[in-house]
């Protein structure tokens, strides 16, 4: 990333901060939530429910005994509670002392390890449920592709030529059958770029068969934040005529010509609104997940497309949202897992690794695509924040964790001094990431 990109005009950097502060604190307030909620479930006192740090702003007490307050530096918060030191939960041992027997039960280290432990693990998992209830959402609104190759609705496009309606089911492909949607796609897939394609229909009964464009044209369906062709401006529904002059009947061939630019400069011939004109874009070198597992290094331009129609969907029941949207967390956690890996092993760049300002500018990008691209961010943002935590590192809710696996196994706690000297080297740990983190902001390509 270049510094001086990291100063973007006054409208952006205000969308971004705003975006970024906006995405943590309902990510924060979430997961402190868990601990909070939870806790006050399982008999813990909690003292002060925080979101943010610094000087507080407001606060109120509630009828429990929990001052709710907003501090003034919106990146992070914490729950502190009853026999708590600071916001890590370390030990108030003098306090802790002070209290009678029942009074040290509702203190986060005088509770049953049950109690500790699910409170500890509540936030991550709160994280989690944002995420899931978030993509089943879209799954619930935007509904799921049925498994026949039916046209819900055809894409405007230039060159709008095609005979195909919305309702038609498609039975063959240039004389290739296709009983299901996933036959379609293969066939789709497998077929020359060609100006037109045959395609066999059955409307309202009646076997035919027309024509229609490629079935995945040159068409943007789609621009990813933080990319050259969001940086130049593309917008979805874009139609590319050609590549360094080369005429493209198919997003196929786009992608070869990119691919093989080895980061050259690539000029396109976009079409829109009825206006045709030249732009050059500058492919990025990107690390991506595989569909069978690892990562593979392209050249890309932040351009995605699709069919030249959707297909029709149909309505996803509670239970079925609930179950794509546990699905769709579990692909992210085992990619994020996996790209960690590939990191620190070498196969893929450190680069990969964004830090505060790569978070926040990601964060602007998804807010200025709209409300949808900004909470779809939110969701994976909040399953990555929930992973972290779960990190056996001491500080995290995952230390934790390991230290109450530690109790329930050995019978005690570790002592005040390993804690002490855990959490401090857990800390430094931490913060030398961060350290890391924000030097590939500033200087990673």
């Known amino acids: 990333m270049d510094i001086i990109g990291l100063i973007p005009s006054f409208g952006n950097l205000a969308l971004t901060i705003v975006a970024f502060v906006a995405a943590l604190s309902i990510i924060v307030a979430v997961h402190e939530y868990g601990h909070y909620i939870v806790g006050r479930w399982s008999g813990i006192h909690a003292e002060v429910f925080s979101l943010g740090f610094g000087p507080v702003i407001w606060s109120r007490v509630d009828k429990r005994g929990t ?31 002070a209290l009678s027997a029942d009074e040290q039960r509702h203190t986060m280290h005088g509770a049953p390890l049950w109690a500790r432990a699910a409170t ?16 089943a959402g879209f799954y619930w609104v935007n509904g799921i592709a049925t498994d026949l190759p039916v ?42 770029p060609a100006p037109r394609t045959s395609y066999s229909v059955d409307r309202d009964a009646q076997a035919l068969t027309v024509t ?77 997940p595989k569909a069978e597992g690892g990562f593979e290094t392209r050249w890309l331009i932040g351009l995605s497309g699709g069919l030249f129609f959707v297909p029709e969907t149909r309505s996803a029941g509670p239970m079925e949202g609930i179950w794509l949207g546990v699905q769709q967390v579990g692909y992210v956690a085992s990619t ?56 056996p590192v001491p500080v995290l809710d995952g230390g934790h964790l390991v ?19 855990l959490m401090t080297g857990g800390l430094a ?9 924000l030097s590939n902001d500033l200087f990673c390509p």
């Open 403 to 421: 230290f109450h696996a530690w109790e329930a196994v050995t019978g005690k706690p570790p002592s005040d001094r390993a804690l002490r000297l």
């Open 212 to 288: 229609g464009p490629y079935p995945f044209p040159p068409l943007v369906d789609s621009v990813q934040p933080m990319t050259a062709a969001a940086d130049a401006g593309m917008q979805a529904g874009d139609y590319i005529l050609a590549l360094n002059g080369q005429p493209v009947q198919s997003f196929g061939q786009m992608r070869e010509i990119v691919g093989a630019s080895g980061g050259e400069t690539v000029t396109l011939t976009v079409k829109r609104n009825g206006e045709t004109f030249d732009l050059p874009l500058t492919p990025k070198r990107m690390d991506l």
């Open 67 to 97: 001052r709710w307050q907003l501090a003034a530096l919106p990146f992070g918060g914490y729950v502190k509670f009853l026999g708590d030191s600071n916001a890590a939960s370390g030990k108030d041992g003098e306090a802790i002392a």
């Open 151 to 192: 046209v819900g609705q055809v894409k405007d496009m230039p060159f709008a030529e095609q005979e195909l309606l919305p309702g038609d089911r498609i039975t063959a492909v240039d004389g290739t059958a296709t009983p299901d949607l996933e036959s379609f796609l293969r066939v789709s897939n497998a077929l020359p």
């Open 336 to 391: 994020s897992l996996s790209g960690l890996w590939h990191m620190i092993t070498g196969a893929i760049s450190s680069c990969n690794l964004q830090g505060p300002l790569g978070i926040a500018e990601t964060s602007g990008a998804a807010a200025s695509q709209g409300v949808v691209s900004f909470v779809w961010f939110i969701a994976m943002l909040s399953t990555a924040v929930g992973l972290m935590n779960l990190f």
């Open 429 to 437: 740990l931490l913060l030398t990431l961060m350290v890391f983190a």
């Open 120 to 135: 500890v693990a509540a936030g991550p998992m709160f994280n989690f449920a944002l995420s899931i209830l978030v993509f």
